[in-house]
């Protein structure tokens, strides 16, 4: 019984399927079996696959497209290890990537799941200036999870008694993992490996790079997950709120900073009254959304400079 399974959703990714099997064959950990769903390709994708001779392989095919939650959930129903590695077919496993974590999680039983640091490249192959290092403590991720997604899916192993009995959420075509990393951190610890394991590819084909509203749509949806253990109601303009505390979008308007200074001292009142999070580790994590906000665009600081230095929030900075 392999220790680990990895799962690996493919779908029309020709181009790239063979370099991210390639990766995890050449791991200098290899108790692990690679359950491949494909979910019906029309290009070469599952020849490439079926070009790979080894035991560990096994090969799963969906009769037609049912997506990326459908095939995700068919793996986990297929796996038999004891942890479980998502793993997307265009992305690149450092050759310790899977010795390092699962060690870590050997030795750290409160951990649920384990993430790393990422490098981001092209469709090439080359390396773009974008990295996803990310230095919050485990006690902290819980509370970040509220305003983002804190990992990277094809970075992070998880411990099988982690997940969640359903495993991935239907009804969402992207932001699947954010919604299992929320419940997850319920109960677990989690942590990102501070070594970069994974170079994670950005393409024309990503889901990430498809469809703008289908993924505000999608992340509204998780919003309204993840607060509603706070009674806070997600309406179109909380959620247009939250992306623009998320995104790199100026705030040019003193109403908009006024709403997202509201809406971030409610998240506070809320959790001090059924305190769902460590406070003090929300306070944190609210202040570093503010001041974010309030650098975005540094003539902010120079048109409300009273608005921003008498925040309520800033009180929390010293804390």
């Known amino acids: 019984m392999p220790e680990l399974s990895i799962i690996m959703p493919l779908y029309n990714t ?3 399927v063979a370099q991210a099997i390639q990766s995890l064959l050449s791991q200098t950990y290899t108790d692990f079996e690679l359950i491949i769903v494909d979910d019906g390709s029309t290009d070469k994708s599952l020849e490439i696959v079926k070009s790979f001779k080894d035991s560990r392989i096994k090969i799963m095919r969906n009769q037609q497209n049912q997506g990326i939650v459908f095939s995700r959930n068919r793996g986990l129903k297929e796996a038999v290890g004891e942890y479980i590695a998502p793993f997307d077919s265009d992305d690149i496993a450092m050759p310790d990537k899977f010795r390092k974590q699962i060690d870590f999680l050997k030795t750290h039983p409160d951990f649920g799941l384990i993430g790393s640091w990422i490098k981001m490249i092209d469709e090439n192959g ?3 200036k974008k990295k996803w290092r990310l230095f919050a403590k485990p006690e902290e991720i819980p509370a970040q999870l509220l305003f983002r997604n804190y990992f990277a899916q094809s970075s992070v192993v998880i411990r099988r008694e982690a997940l969640p009995v359903s495993g991935y959420e239907n009804g969402f075509s ?6 299992m990393w929320i419940d997850i951190a319920k109960k677990y610890k989690m942590w990102n490996y501070p ?3 994974l170079l994670y590819r950005v393409h024309s084909k990503n889901t990430t790079s498809i469809n703008i509203n289908n993924i505000e749509k999608h992340e509204k949806m998780i919003f309204e997950y993840s607060f509603k253990f706070l009674n806070i109601e997600i309406d179109e303009n909380s959620a247009s709120i939250l992306q623009l505390i998320n995104n790199e979008e100026k705030i040019m308007q003193i109403y908009k900073l006024k709403e997202i200074e509201k809406f971030l001292i409610l ?3 809320r959790n001090a009254d059924l305190n769902i999070y460590d406070q003090k580790q929300l306070q944190k994590v609210v202040v570093k959304r503010w001041l974010k906000v309030c650098f ?3 003539n902010m600081i120079l048109k409300f400079p009273i608005r921003i230095i008498s925040s309520p929030l800033n009180r929390y900075f010293f804390k």
């Open 174 to 179: 992207f932001g699947e993992d954010y919604r």
């Open 126 to 128: 080359k390396f773009i």
């Open 267 to 269: 998240v506070l009142s």
């Open 195 to 197: 070594e970069c394991l």
């Open 296 to 298: 975005k665009e540094r």
């Open 14 to 16: 020709e181009m790239y």
